[in-house]
């Protein structure tokens, strides 16, 4: 089975039986969740974009005969087509150039889409997927907050073994209740965002291992987002503030383009550590304390928001200057 539309539709079968498993809500279900991205990416970047595309349609078609064809539609907006994309991205290239304003190189070598872009990307990509989620709930926020108070309620605290624990009730947990509705675009937005980068990468290694990737291996180390991502950031941010649906819409674009700063500082950090002897120390202590303390990982994301500026990595290494955001 080499054949590229045969590898494409096998692609989209897998993953949508892992999609539609997902909806039976158990535990190895929601295991499942965490791959069902893996075999689109590993058709799109072993084989190219027109495979990633087949197995996009082909996810969306098989997924409205197992469940719905409203589930069809929001695999393939959720799933299929921001996998496709993704792939496309990673793919392009063109020739490289010898000097800025100088011809086109002879030497046959290629310059990639850069990986910070393809993150940027995906950043972009998870908001809008919240985005399209908050609709579902509710076209105004009191529908929006009155359904998710009825789906918190059915399952979390009727479901707890003795009911509510004493001295609390629905009352004096309204704020906590509230707080988890308000964050909600932004939970899922991050889940989404980290649940496609993680197969992305790993379908990347995996055809890198089996010498089917089609393009090299790019240095993640050095990489850059471009300043229309700021730009992004801050308005999301503002409208964060806005009354409405809109507000709750752009938690979702402020809670994915938070946690592509916390990763961009991730690279920082682990550029810093590595002429540290102590860089093992250092880089688990920081886990660690991203996932102990909130406030971590804030400083974390200040500290990728800061590199443009600050040039932490170049400073670290010894290098020249790293390169400007491209804007195009």
Known sequence: MNSPILIGIGAGL???????????GSALAMALFYITALPGFLAGLGWGTQVGFIAALTGAGLTSVLLTPLAGVGYFLTLGLPIAILCHLALLARPAEEAEGAAQSTSGAMEWYPPGHIVAWTALMAGGVAALSVPLFGMDVETYRANLQEILDKTFLNQLPEGMPKGLDKEKIAPVIELLIR???????????????????????????????????????????????????????????????????ATGFAGAFLVAYVLLGLVVMHAMARKTPLRFLFLGLLYMGIFLFGWVALVVAIVGIGEPIFKLRERALGTGPTPPPDND
Not at 14 to 24: D, G, N, R
């Open 14 to 24: 897998v993953s949508a039986v892992l999609f539609a498993s997902t909806m039976t």
């Open 183 to 249: 964050a909600l675009p932004a939970a899922s937005a991050i889940v989404w965002f980290g649940v496609m980068l993680l197969n992305m990468w790993t379908a990347a290694r995996i055809s890198a291992v089996s010498g089917r990737l089609i393009r090299p291996w790019p240095d993640l180390t050095m990489m850059n987002y471009p300043s229309s991502l700021a730009l992004g950031f801050v308005a999301s941010l503002l409208g964060t503030f806005t009354p409405g649906i809109p507000g709750i819409i």
